[in-house]
């Protein structure tokens, strides 16, 4: 599997998350000082609460572009061939009898990507699986939390 399509797809996902998030705080910060979410009366937060929501989505936004900072900056890193489980490595695993694709990257854990009609979930090194596995070569077993079995079929 081409990494760089796979590092491309997952920076292509976090920039729409960003712009989802810029959107909606934008969105949020409108209505805050609308005349619509004018308070009525003293129990009437209508107006607060969208400005609380607004700042979480910027908070939000803020986070996805420094994702987005980091992938470009770890590019070459996570372009890398990888002969264990590392930053970078696209893991093809056999979980509990299914086949399963991993991408490790330092962020976006549970992100799942769409690459050469094939699925991948990102995981980060923190990750409860990529602790399990790290370091790991193809052929080699681990155990699950679970209690399961799972097996390396092959790392690029």
């Known amino acids: 599997m ?29 209505y805050a000082v609308n005349e619509e979410a004018r308070a009525e009366s003293k129990w009437d937060t209508q107006g607060l609460e969208a400005s609380y929501l607004a700042a979480g989505q910027a908070e939000q936004a803020r986070q996805w572009a420094e994702s987005i900072e980091i992938l470009e900056r770890s590019r ?22 299914e086949e399963e694709r991993f991408f490790v ?24 699986l990529a602790t399990r596995m790290w370091g790991m070569k193809a052929g080699q077993d681990f155990t699950l939390a679970n209690g399961g079995t799972a097996r390396i079929l092959d790392i690029a």
């Open 2 to 30: 081409d990494k760089n399509s796979v590092v491309d797809a997952l920076l292509d996902s976090l920039k729409a998350e960003l712009n989802n998030a810029v959107a909606a705080s934008q969105d949020a910060a409108d």
């Open 76 to 97: 070459k890193e996570l372009l890398a061939e990888n002969s264990k489980i590392a930053l970078g490595a696209v893991v093809h695993c056999e979980i509990l009898g």
């Open 105 to 128: 990257a330092p962020v976006a854990g549970g992100q799942v990507l769409e690459v050469n009609e094939a699925t991948l979930t990102v995981l980060t090194p923190q990750s409860p």
